[in-house]
Nanobody
């Protein structure tokens, strides 16, 4: 069983920055692509960013490009999301998730991720 625990959320003013972390249990973390997703009240969960198992490939939703950076430290079993130039519309609960299949990059479809963290709240005040 894999457990994912997010941290680093909070309240920040528009234009500010936050760094989210997602710590994973188990010894297979380095084999799997990881993704960050978010869900605002009354909205569906949406894709934000993803990173390949090795960290060599990253992809972003249009809303995150140029402002967010996803990275991972396989020695620490942790994936990060650095968020800069935050906007009010970034307010949401942010989740990390592990892709179902080992290796590769992973898709943006939430159904292709099998383990999810409990989420961390990010609130951006305007």
């Amino acid at each position: 069983q894999v457990q994912l625990v997010e941290s680093g959320g909070g309240l920040v003013q528009a234009g500010g920055s936050l760094r989210l972390s997602c710590a994973a249990s188990g010894r297979t973390f380095s084999r799997y692509a990881m993704g960050w997703f978010r869900q605002a009240p009354g909205q569906e969960r949406e894709y934000v960013a993803r990173i390949s198992w090795s960290g060599g490939i990253t992809r972003y939703a249009d809303s995150a490009k140029g402002r967010f950076t996803i990275s991972r430290d396989n020695a620490k079993n942790t994936v990060y999301l650095q968020m800069n130039s935050l906007k009010a519309e970034d307010t949401a609960v942010y989740y990390c998730a592990r892709h179902k299949a080992a290796y590769g990059l992973g898709p943006i479809d939430t159904n292709e991720y099998d383990y999810w963290g409990q989420g961390t709240q990010v609130t951006v005040s305007s």
